[in-house]
């Protein structure tokens, strides 16, 4: 049975948290699998850190905590330095590369890490806001956690009134991207 | 050492999961607690339904699953239905009026159930939409879980830019409420 675990960090104002109930409803309500989403706070997020957390599995989640994720996306190079070590040995991490310089060896660096200019990708379409939507569609085309047409759906549900297409073209941004840096791998 | 579990609860557009994350945030971004905030979606999420789980400590929390909540917030008489039987025994109901008649024998409603119209002060301001504000007024009024003055601030950290008055009001009303409900009793 799929179990996929997957960690999105950064800091406050970077959108994280709307992020993870984004993804996990593309997974749960679009895509029909089950998930939790959670976010834990503790002397943390009154520094500014921002966590959270998704679980997306076809049957029951019985333990809905994160110990080592499938997935990572690392919005600042706080949220690298911390989290990068918890990933599973096959496991994936996104990095903005805007705001993250990837640390390790070459070999993981190249086994596990994918990077993309995330928030300068946001900043490019006028709306750094939007970063978290660039993140989330690099994620998706990377992992291929959840479908594309879901997460859309998600997201345009999500996001207020008015700002669909801006939030239309930042996915579709993170997706080229992701393509992208996919050629060069 | 204090664990409450606090479970949230009514349909989607009702703004169930916006409430947990102001909750969440007001406990420990504000008052210094530890919180961890979640959302399960299985197949009643696509059938309409939301639910939001919160959890409010001392001390680190291990296990962050509600089973029998504390405090419930019923916005919608499915919630309440499915959900008055999982309550703590010494626990307490907040249930929107304007939605949910509470079942149970007399002497239950007495000592479990809270009710406002919560929905029809947040119409009275004009936008139903700040229902789960008026909520959380309400719950806080009720119930003490976190302080007034934190839950404010948490409250206007997360709504949008040019809607603080509005929010702020309709957190006053959920306070007026639960006093005016109180008096009662």
């Known amino acids: 049975m799929r179990r996929t675990e997957v960690r ?6 970077q ?11 593309a997974a749960a309500i679009y895509d029909g699998a089950n998930a939790v ?10 520094g500014g850190a921002s966590k959270a957390e998704v679980i997306i599995a076809d049957g029951e989640i019985d333990y ?14 706080e949220a690298y330095d911390k989290y990068a070590p918890s990933l599973k040995d096959d496991g994936i991490i996104v990095i903005d590369s805007t705001n993250v310089t990837a640390g390790g ?8 890490v ?3 200019p995330i928030t300068g990708l946001a900043r490019d ?4 806001i939007v970063a978290n939507i660039v993140a989330l569609g690099f994620l998706c085309a990377v992992t291929g956690v959840v479908s594309r ?9 999500r996001v207020p009134k008015g700002t669909e297409d801006l939030n239309r073209r930042a996915l579709a941004a993170g997706f080229s991207a992701a393509q992208a840096e996919a050629s060069r791998v």
């Open 64 to 77: 809905p905590k994160v110990e080592r994720p499938d997935v990572l996306l690392a919005m600042n190079q």
């Open 8 to 13: 999105l960090s950064g800091e406050g104002g």
């Open 37 to 46: 989403q959670s976010q834990s706070y503790g002397p943390e997020s009154r």
């Open 105 to 112: 060896t070459p070999s993981f660096q190249a086994s596990h």
């Open 125 to 128: 379409l006028g709306r750094e």
């Open 149 to 157: 047409e879901s997460l859309e759906k998600a997201v345009l549900a």
């Open 15 to 25: 959108g994280i948290i709307l992020a993870g109930i984004i993804l996990a409803e």
């Open 114 to 116: 994918r990077g993309g």
